[in-house]
């Protein structure tokens, strides 16, 4: 396993997010569109989580986000952001890692 430092790793902005809406994307069989609650704004996350997740399982969710990811477009549609999973490797089923209680979205995590 590659190792980081503390310098490079404390670049990366994670923040609690509160999922408010989320709706699978026409003509794709993968995709996700999320309406994420950052506190001090409101963001749009796409996840490629439709094979494992109905957009029902993860409204109301508080979900752990990269908030400092460089956009990247998919099928049309602006990601501002990702969510985070466990179990990522080839042939695994993702778990969206969540917070423990609700807290305030926008929240940082430390």
Do not use: H
């Amino acid at each position: 396993m590659d190792t980081i430092s503390y310098d490079e790793f404390s670049k990366i902005d994670l923040r609690v997010g509160y999922v408010e809406k989320a709706e699978r994307i026409p003509n794709s069989r993968k995709l996700i569109k999320l309406t994420v609650d950052l506190g001090a704004e409101k963001r749009q996350i796409i996840a490629g989580l439709a094979q494992w997740y109905s957009p029902e399982d993860l409204q109301g969710k508080y979900i752990v986000v990269v908030a400092n990811l460089q956009p990247k477009v998919m099928m049309g549609y602006e990601s501002q952001g990702m969510l985070l999973a466990a179990g990522c490797d080839k042939g695994d089923t993702p778990v969206i890692l969540t917070v423990e209680k609700p807290v305030k979205p926008g929240t940082k995590i430390c």
